[in-house]
């Protein structure tokens, strides 16, 4: 599996963009880039995943190195409701969509 | 809504005796999965189902086994639980999307032991 590095934690204000970070510097040719997040007492949530291309959808952006060593999760707008562990995990496309979680980073949201 | 679902919330059980955690759900996904989660740490893959195609995670103590009787239910037995498995347990199923998996969690089952 590859190894991912994260911040441990970033802080926001509300109404702000975020971007959250992971370096993958060992990630295989076919592993993609997922990203998920916890809220507080919850199960995991999924946010978004893309091989090489950057993707879009209603939560996030996800921005790809053009080496695939690095990802940038963006959050456009805070919100208070965005406070999680966010996860970002390598994999997935192979052994029915294994996911190996690293530590994350807590994102705090201040109003 | 579709969704996974998993019973009780909260258990307790004793040093010891034996418990079955519960996951169902109607998405009618063919992956299946268990994680747990100890206080602070990220979640760790026990084992999976594709279908009924059991695959057991290389470290995953074999007082842990599980079963999947159908598509929609999924069980984790722990025969003998000590004080270290107290965790969240969280289930999971997941759905090719595209050329990847896309999974989708239960809201977990708190496991104390006692």
């Known amino acids: 599996d590859a190894k991912t590095t994260q911040p441990n934690s970033m802080e926001s204000n509300e109404e702000e963009p975020v971007h959250l970070p992971c370096n993958h510097s060992?990630?295989?040719?076919?592993?993609?880039i997922h990203w998920y997040r916890q809220l507080p007492s919850q199960g995991p949530e999924y946010v978004i995943h893309g091989l090489t291309s950057n993707v879009n959808n209603r939560m996030a952006s996800l921005a790809i190195a053009e080496d695939r060593k690095s990802s940038t999760l963006i959050l456009h707008r805070a919100t208070l409701r965005d406070a999680a562990v966010y996860y970002c995990i390598p994999g997935g496309g192979t052994s029915y969509g294994k996911l190996t979680f690293g530590q994350g980073t807590i994102l705090t949201v201040h109003p | 809504d579709a969704m996974v679902i998993q019973n009780p919330r909260y258990q307790v059980t004793q040093f010891g005796k034996p418990v079955t955690l519960s996951c169902s759900q109607t998405l009618n996904h063919n992956v299946m999965y268990w994680y747990q989660q100890k206080s602070s740490q990220a979640p760790k893959l026990l084992f999976h189902?594709?279908?009924?195609?059991?695959?057991n995670e290389a470290d995953t103590p074999d007082n842990f086994q599980s079963r999947r009787p159908n598509t929609s239910f999924c069980f984790l037995d722990i025969r003998s639980p000590g004080l270290g498995d107290a965790a969240m347990y969280l289930c999971?199923?997941?759905?090719?999307?595209?050329?990847?998996?896309?999974?989708?969690f239960g809201p977990g089952t708190r496991l104390t032991v006692t």
């Open positions: 060992t990630i295989s040719g076919t592993d993609y």
């Open positions: 999971a199923t997941s759905r090719l999307t595209g050329a990847s998996y896309e999974q989708y």
């Open positions: 189902y594709y279908d009924k195609d059991f695959n």
